[in-house]
Structures are given as C-alpha cells and as structure tokens.
C-alpha cells in the first residue's frame, strides 16, 4: 500500500492534536514538523460553511449569502477556502507546495512560480482545488513543501463551524470570525472579490505511464489459433506498444529503456469485460431466500416467473436494500466510496478490466482507479447509456433521445434489462420495445431469458446484443436464456454475473457456471474459445470499444490478465482458473491486483496483502490524486465489515441521524423504519458477513447455491465446487502441473499493427546499425534465434534472482574483454582467476578444454585471444546482451563515455568487493586507443567489431546503470 510522507505526517499531526491545547472549544494551529525548513508560511484562514440560501426564483439574497469568490455560486461547493499567509518579512516561494486535508480529498499543487512577499496572502477555494473542508468529520489542513515536509496546519473539530464564520488563527489562536478571504483578519472595508484567488491544480497520474514487458503464453483472442506459446506483451504509456513471440524479432520501434521484464510463468489474456452488474450491491453476499409465492404463481421450477416479483420477497429488504442504501446515506454509514472500492478489488481479484452499473454519481473516489466503468468516460468518449428500472417496455415511454443520439452517431452502446423472466409478460417487453425502435445496433440486451428464436432473428437483424447471466437466471427463476437459439440466429453473446445477491463475485466464476451450464444441458454447443470470447472480445465488440479493448494486439490499450498456466489448451486455462490462479490484472498499464512477487516487481511498496484462507494476493486502490485516495484496502474492508454487522453502538456513534438521541428515541426510530413487511415495530436490521473478494474458501455462497431446489431443477449445481473449486493447491500454487508447450512458428506469430520486417529495428544508443541480417556463414548463425530468452533460461534455479545474473553478467563481461586485451603474466588478476571465464562462458558447442585460460595462453597464443573474444561475443548473443547495451549499462552518466570511475562503481557497486579489481585501470588503458583516459562507445566496438553480432536486441532493458 501507498506510504507517503504527507500522508505519515498529517496521521501524526492528527494524533498529536487530541492532546492538544483547545482555546475557545477549537484546536490550536501547528507549526512545522521536525524534517521543515524554517518558514513564514502558516494556513490562517478556514471557511468551512458558507451560507447558500439563495432564493430559486429570482436569484436573490436572502439571508446574507456572499458569493465569495465571485463565480456566480454560493455554497460549500464553491466558498469554501483555505487562506494562506507569509508571516515573515522575507518573500517566499511556493512554488509546487501542496495543500492537504485528512478527511479525504486529494491533495493539490500550488502554480509553478508562486511566491508570496512579506505579509503578502491567497486564497484557494474550493471550486478551483476540489478540497472539501468536512463539517461532519472536523478537519487538518496542512501546507507541505516540495520535500513533502509539513510546514504547517490548521485543525478544527467535528460539527462545530459556523454558519458564516470563518476559522482564523492568531499567533496559534483559533477564533472564529466574519471571512475575509485574501486579507488579513482586521479588513473592515466593503468587501470585493479578492485578486488573490490561486487555483490549486491536482497531482498527475502517472501510474499509467509506466512501462514494463510481460513475457508467458499470449492468447491474443484475434483467432483461435492466435495463440503465442513464448511470447511478449510491451506494455508503456497505457497501451500495448509491440507483441511477438520469443523466437522472432520484435516490431519495428519497440522502446526498452528502463523496462523491468516481467516472467510471468502465466497465460496472459485480455482484460475480462463485465457487461451486467449493479455494483453498488456487491458488498452484500448471495441472498439465501425463500420463493414467496404460492405454487400456482411459480416457474415450472418452482422460482419466480419474472424480475417484478422477487423484490416483493419479504426478506428482500432486510437482506438487500437495506444493505445498500444504509452503506452508502452520508446520514448513516456513509460508504459509498469504500463500497465502490471494495466491489472492484472483488473484480479485479477475478481479473475484470471493466465493469457496467456503476453510479453515475459521486465517481471521484474511485473512477480512476481499479477497473474501469463503462457508463462513464473512457477512451475519449463518454456514449454508454443505461436502464435497468427505466420501464422501457411503458406505453409512456417513447426512448426518442435514444434514436436521435444512434442517428447522430453518438451512442455507443444502450444496455437495457429486457424480458428478465420465463413468463409471457417477460417475453411482451421484448415486442414493445421492438415497435418502438428501440431493438437496434446499440442495444445490448440484458438477459433476455424469456426471448424466442424468431425475437433472437429479429435482433440479429439490426445487429443488437445479448448479455448472459446464467447463475443469477438459475437462482432467481430456475432457468437461463436459450442461447443456443441466440447464437444460431447470429446474436453475439457475452457472459456477465448480474450481482452479488444472485451472481457470482465477478467474469472469471460466472464463466464456470456457463461452461457448466454448456457442457450438461447444450451439450457442449458452443466452443471453449467461443466462451472466452463471451467475456473479452464480444463484450468489447459490442460496447464499442474493440479499437481500444479486448484483444491484446499494439495499440490497444493494456487492459489485462495473467493467469497461472495450468493447462494445455489456453481457452480451458481461463475457463478452469480459480481465485489462486490470477497473477496480474493489469488496467490501462496499471497493475492493479495480482501475485505479491510481481505486484512487488512493477508497483514496489505500492501494495497490501488481500488475503485468503491458503494463499495471499496484493492489491493497490491508493490513489494521491482521487478524493479518499488514501484509504487502504484494509480500512476498507474492515469499515464495510463493521457497517454490515448493524450494531448498536456503531449506529449510535456514526449515523448523523441520531446526533442529540437519547438511547430511547433512537430504539423506537429503528423500530419503526426498519420492521419491513412485517409492521410490527421491531427492528430487523440484519447482521450481516461482508461478502468475500474470493469465492474460494467462501463456503456460505455453495450452500446457497446447492440448496437452491429451483436452481438445481436442470442441472446439479453441487458440480460447481466439485468441478472447479476441489483443486490440491501449496500456497495458492498448483501442485503436479508440467505443461510441456510447443515451439512457436518463426516469423509467425505476431500480433502488431505494423508488419515486422524480420530484422530487429529497436533504436539501440550508439553508431550501430542493427536492421542488418547475418549472412550464413556467420559465426553465430546456430545460435538461438529467441532474443529474449533470459541468459539464465539454462539455470531455473537462479531464475528467479535476475538482478543478480544482470550483474555478474556486466563484471564477466568486462572481466572477459581485460582478459583478451591484456598480455602481461604478472598479472594479479589473471593468476588467479584462470578458469573463470571458461566457467561462465560454457558452450555446448565447444570444447570447454579449447577455451582455458592461463598464462601462457594469453601470453603465446594470439588466436586463444581471438577465441576468448569469440565466447564473450557469443555469450552476448545468446544471452542477448549486445555489446551497446553493456557499454550504456556501465556508461552511468550517459555521455557516450566509460571512465575510470564509472568502471570502478561498477564492479565494486554490483560484486561488492567479492572480486579483486586492482588492474581494473589496465583494462580501462587497453580499449582507450586514443590515450584521452576514457572509452569511447566508437573505441569499445572497434575492438569487439569483429566479434559483434551484426543483429542484436537488448533484451536486459531493466539492467540500469549503478548509482554514482
């Protein structure tokens, strides 16, 4: 998880005010912590609640509202401010300093080249910095410098502004005062919008800017035989920037600088997109109810017959919308946010990239961070519209915006919960929308479980899709759309969970419940590809989004998953995968969710545990630059958990509802909000299980499941944990898997926009022109011809310390090359080193006795030189290290030069002494053929220039310089 300094600070700063001196029932202001730099800078004014009665009709004041900042709005949203003051005598920069509040904005930056004189002041509100000051939660606004050192802050407690009255600090007095926004505290005169005013911009993103390279089994999903056993994903910016198999060149222009290589040991898959869910409920776990309705009113199974039925379920309340709506009323739990937060790490966990049902409102906290939301904006355009309580099928409802949005060509996709249900009334939905015009190119249907072939042609026909969620159908009516009639009459079909009550946690178990479903009652109709297709490439075809979104091919966005490779065929690899088996889920370049080694890898300290019963996971849902951007996964989960459990004391001490209740009065309200159906008085508020992220281990959602007799009337659900779930695993590792995969075509497999030549033209540092082919008789034509195999590939043991390898491999070299340029017996190092380079240099091919080093060697034989030049060439070559990427790794000031220096940190940096180094200058005078005391990039080729490889990749991107 995200540890940053300010927030450290702030948490400190905030435990350190409870025991703080109070003037005036306010808490004092603080000055800088012990890392600051002495500064004048000091927060001294607050508006926290700004009067915005403004009457409706005509506009006017009518109770000495001020629209402080002048932009024509009144209100918390837009007056609310932070003054800032330059107390000193001296002028100060603060330029890039930021502003921080700890009830969970993102902080903000102030403007490059902001200075503040003597005695000089501004103002930020709060609509040009989004910081909201919390009456609800009290609040510690600090003033931070470029360091992150806290030079200041200013506190005030929960529920106690006043309305019009402003916080100002005096010499570290808190009063409460008329504003005077942008002057200082004894300004009398009539007030006029201050000149003052900064804006205070958010802090960038850059998570999706990084880059990295992905390397296991592609399954690209563009053809389902497109399918590269050895490959590579480049992932930079976002986006996927070049894919190939191991054994061919990569794509033209493909950058590897600073690229940490990824060996995933995994199948990487598109990002599973999720078509149908209503996210703001998935905190709530598999409702176990009873069919209330008579015999006579129940399916054939013994269910419901159609979608208006079951929210009549007594129990419906109690268990689903209470849940919800107490969750998520800033009166009560106030948890949205978190609840947001915690459905998508429950998608991400199953390696979902996208998600549809999200609110559209109150987005900030979590929009940007973890899967995407497909109503909302992505890819530049924002043309998704939703109903799933609109009444569509309503005799008043005409849908005409829809029509004029699809002939103008700015809808995308319009997703319509239509004929959920087994019964007649279900199927006439279909039929009023389809005299309407409403069944056209956009329209994505949801369920459509009481739909006929010849309505399934209709669709086809103007090209409309379908959503399928068999568990929530089976659970809920006890029986799932036909869509076998759907895909014979040229529907495309995606695979969705509907929602937590009734679906499964996410795209990767409802996948399962599908296959089941597939393979026992449709006997085995549709393919194993068709089905990965259900939850990558046809949801993404039918939102609009495959020029963006899944397939894996250059310049789509890096939206993805890895999965642990069990499994020869890669369509079953998916179909198969259990929580255990996602190593990665990757989100427009982010790695978002998967194994803790790689999450280490590519997001550093940036992470927390997400535990389950026999393995863990890692997750990141910090964000600087999202409001609540703070909160880890681990306050969330156990704020939801706390929420769900509805005790009394909880209750009492959050929901601002019962502010100045007395114990009695808060009882008889509980009684009578929350006795539901039953009007009875007594409180049936429910103690709930928060719903687990991993459906592994989550015994209460099979026994739901199994127990279901509607549910298990076609098919025997028990199958679903004995099929997929009763796997033996060691620390979330299979255990007994060997998958032996064949050797990819050359040339062949390549998913790249750009056609790949053949030749490698990667733009390397230095002189080197490395589009040319080898010619046959070239000394390293039997060489391998995978580029980006791991020189360790021979050596599983130690395949797992590359940084290591990457190291020796730089001292070697260098070793290697002072061997063959020196002649002096008397050499130290040599003597006692004769046998290292044929150690590390072993050659299948030759004769190791061929290659030994000794002093007479070098000191009679010219051609043992030539010989020893050929291994180090060679060995680059076969480990992909060419002698460009060697020269830059050790030219640490990247000026085209290697000095004396450079070579020295080099070995002692990466060896730690463990070799001696004394002659270490011999060898730096041996390639400087000039005499200038470096080496060129020009000199250290002319001596290889023989020995180098006329085509070469530099396949150790991640093997940086040492630190100076």
Known sequence: MRRVLVGVSLTLLFLVSTCSPVVGNLEADYAMNAGARDSNIVIAELFVSPNNLVANDTSDNVYGSVDWN???????FSDQFIEVWNSGDTSQDVSSWLLSTTSGSPPCQLPYNTTLGADERIVIFRADSDLDLSYYDG??????DTSQNVIHSMSFPAGDSSYGLSYISDGGTISKDDPTPGRAADFTDSYTVPDNIVNCYKLSNTDSSRAFLLKGRVVTMDGETNVINNGNVMVRD??????WASNNNPPAGVDFTDVPIVETDGTIYPGLIDLHNHVHYNHIPLWDFEVHLSDSQKSEEGGYTNRYQWGNNWDYGPSITWMKTNIQSSYRWDMASEQMKYAEVQAVSGGVTAMQGSPSSGTQAWDSILSRNVELYNFGQDGISTCAVCGAADDDYTGSHLISQSEAGTLNAWFVHLSEGVDQSSK????????????????????????DSSQFTQMASVNSELVWSPLSNLLLYGDTTDVVAAHQAGVSISISPDWGPSGSKNNLHELKVADMWNSNNLNGYFSNYQLVEMVTSNPADATGWAPFVGRIKADLYADLVVIDTFHEDPYRNLIEAIDADVALTVVQGKAVFGDVDIMQQLQGDDWEYVNATNFQKAVDVTSLTEVDGSQTFAEIEAGLAMAMRHEYDDMKANWVEFIGDTDEEINAWLNTTFDGDYRDEVNRLKNMTLDPIYTSGDARYFDVINRSSHANYHIDMSK????????????GDRTNINVQLPDDANNGNNNNDNTNTGGDTTTLPGPVDNNTVDNEDD???????????????ADQATKNQLKLILGLIVIVLLFGLYVVSRTDDSDELLNSQTSVIDKMWDDDEANQSDYTVDNTAIDTAASDTIDIKDKVASAMKSSGLSAVRLFTAIDQTEDGFVSRREIRTAVNTLLKDSVKVSDIDAMLEAFDTNGDGVISLDEFLTVMEAHQPKQFVPVLPDLKPPPK
């Open 70 to 76: 002048g932009d024509g709005d009144y209100g918390k």
């Open 139 to 144: 609040e510690t606004v600090s003033i931070s």
């Open 428 to 451: 006439d939905e279909f039929d009023a929308l389809w005299n309407k015009g409403l069944i056209m190119d956009e329209t994505i249907v949801i369920h459509g479980t009481a739909l």
């Open 779 to 793: 000394m390293f034509a039997d060489l391998p011809n995978d580029q980006f195999t791991d020189e360790t590939e």
């Open 238 to 243: 976002g986006k996927i920037t070049g894919v």
């Open 720 to 731: 679903l944990y004995d099929n997929y779930y009763t796997v033996e695993m060691v620390n």
